[in-house]
């Protein structure tokens, strides 16, 4: 993998696997005394091969891929998996406003015209994500509005 660049616009394709990862298991955050946000991802070791692949894709806003350890506050359970964040970005910043209503990824109107399938939505259907139940308002732990 190249160099990080902070200055580098995502490509269309890499715009479109945001969304689409954003829908499923991706998420924005914003550091303590940062300006821009910078896209997370996580994934089960057994998804590690799926993780790499995007952070190929995502490069070269990512930054390097780091094993983690934690307990489950379901279960109790270590689990392991893998994780990267990308460099914060005015980029990220504009789809924080676009996908999240206060805290919480909310789906709209306007974030589901931006999707252009199939690159979107094939990145989703990657992620295990959590689940559809639309009776109660919710694809894959995400609030519809």
């Known amino acids: 993998m190249g160099s990080i660049r902070h200055d580098k616009a995502p490509s269309y394709l890499q ?20 300006i821009n946000y910078h896209f997370s991802l996580y994934h089960s070791a057994k998804q ?7 952070h190929n894709l995502f490069s070269p806003l990512s930054r390097p891929i780091q094993h983690c350890l934690y307990t489950d506050k379901r279960d109790g359970k270590e689990r392991e998996g893998y994780r990267f964040h990308t460099v914060s970005s005015s980029f990220f910043t504009s789809l924080r406003q676009l996908t999240y209503d206060g805290k919480r990824k909310t789906i709209t109107a306007n974030w589901l015209t931006q999707i252009q399938p199939p690159s979107a939505v094939a990145i989703l259907g990657g992620d295990e994500g959590s689940g559809v139940n639309l009776s109660k308002g919710r694809v894959c732990g995400i609030h519809i509005a």
């Open 15 to 34: 715009q479109q696997a945001y969304l689409g990862s954003l829908l499923g298991d991706g998420s924005l955050s914003n550091p303590p005394i940062g």
């Open 48 to 54: 590690r091969a799926y993780l790499e692949w995007k």
